[in-house]
């Protein structure tokens, strides 16, 4: 079986679309979607437009940012971009309510068997499935790790990973869709073989410059434009 593995695309439907055509290239068998689908970028309608004919077939968790989406008061204190979470969920209201529905439905982690190979899903981490952050440079060994022959999923960092356990245990990030961290603004996802358990790293161009010049003439948050461009070192709060 041929997974797709996308993560934190955050209402970035520009890339997301790119990423759907490649999808169809590769004939993907299923969907799994690490949580993020929201927050940060203004087309949150859209974005659930272009997954919805996925969504009946995926295997989907929520993000810290679908859960600001969906909820009625801010943290404490209010991160920069609960603004842009309220958009969001003031569009899906008026346009797609189903999509607030099934947020709504969502967990932060999750665990599937699929073929015979068994996968736990989370945002952040086991540990704390919301906000826990595993990076790429990260060489301590987690009480949460995965099982020998289990395959951990993550998202929420924006940072590709894939660490093979010695137990035999896989920890796999896709990286984000809708606003990568790594140095490289093209979309970065992913796909798994669950009868190989190889994870192929995909990167897809899409004109993120445009999308760019776009968010300005509508006086988006400076901080969200720049990190389409740039995406090191985390420019934004996560």
């Given at each position: ?45 859209e974005?659930?437009?272009a ?29 920069s ?11 899906l ?30 945002h ?14 990260d ?22 990973v894939?660490?093979?356990?010695k137990?035999g ?9 809708g606003?990568?961290?790594?140095g ?10 669950t ?11 899409y ?22 461009g ?9």
């Amino acid at each position: 079986m041929k997974l797709g593995i996308l993560s934190d695309i955050h209402s970035n439907v520009y890339a997301l679309q790119a990423v759907v055509s490649e999808l169809e290239l590769h004939e993907i068998d299923k969907l799994i979607i690490l949580g993020d689908t929201f927050g940060y970028y203004p087309w949150a309608h859209e974005t659930y437009e272009a997954l919805h004919s996925y969504l009946p077939n995926a295997i989907c968790i929520k993000g810290n940012h679908d859960q600001l989406v969906i909820q009625s008061s801010p943290p404490d204190p209010v991160p920069s971009y609960w603004y842009a979470a309220k958009l969001n969920e003031k569009e899906l209201r008026e346009k797609s309510p189903e999509a607030i529905d099934w947020l709504g439905t969502l967990p932060f982690e999750s665990a599937v068997t699929l073929n015979g190979s068994v996968c736990r899903l989370a945002h952040g981490t086991p540990a704390d499935p919301e906000n826990g952050r595993y990076y790429p440079d990260d060489m301590n060994i987690w009480p949460w790790f995965p099982k020998p022959g289990t395959m951990l999923l993550l998202g929420h960092t924006h940072y590709p990973v894939v660490r093979n356990i010695k137990n035999g245990g896989k920890i796999i990030n896709p990286g984000s869709v809708g606003q990568p961290r790594d140095g490289n603004p093209d979309a970065a996802w992913g796909i798994l073989d669950t009868e190989t358990r190889q994870f192929e790293f995909k990167r897809t161009n899409y004109n993120y410059q445009k999308v760019m010049a776009t968010l300005r003439e509508i006086n988006w948050d400076k901080r969200a434009i720049a990190s389409l461009g740039k995406s090191t070192g985390g420019a934004l709060e996560i």
